[in-house]
């Protein structure tokens, strides 16, 4: 098992940028692909970002190409979600997730095994 406790969210200005992390313990991190998924009120969860074990594969929801970056530490344990020129629609609660490889669709919610609390994300215009 792992677990996944993200931090980083808070109250922004649109055009604003912040830095989501996710930081995993127990069983081996660079084991597994991560995951951003997001919430935002009265919305099903959708995926955000993907990035293989090894941090050399990304993908991104179109919402969010160009202006939001996934990245990985293996050294620290740490996922990360870099997020530039916020917009109100970015508003939401912010969940990383951890996948084995092989595991299905990276932007489906089932292909992932174990997920964090999430972090609250606001965008204001």
């Known amino acids: 098992q792992v677990q996944l406790v993200e931090s980083g969210g808070g109250l922004v200005q649109a055009g604003g940028s912040l830095r989501l992390s996710c930081a995993a313990s127990?069983?081996?991190?660079?084991?597994?692909?991560m995951g951003w998924f997001r919430q935002a009120p009265g919305k099903e969860r959708e995926f955000v970002a993907y990035?293989?074990?090894?941090?050399?594969?990304?993908d991104y929801a179109d919402s969010v190409k160009e202006r939001f970056t996934i990245s990985r530490d293996n050294d620290r344990n740490t996922l990360y979600l870099g997020a530039n020129s916020l917009k109100p629609e970015d508003t939401a609660v912010y969940y990383c997730?951890?996948?084995?490889?092989?595991?299905?669709?990276?932007?489906?919610?089932?292909?992932?095994?174990?997920w964090g609390q999430g972090t609250q994300v606001t965008v204001s215009s």
């Open positions: 127990g069983r081996s991190f660079d084991d597994y692909g």
């Open positions: 997730a951890a996948r084995t490889p092989g595991s299905g669709a990276l932007w489906t919610e089932n292909s992932y095994s174990y």
């Open positions: 990035i293989n074990t090894v941090g050399t594969i990304t």
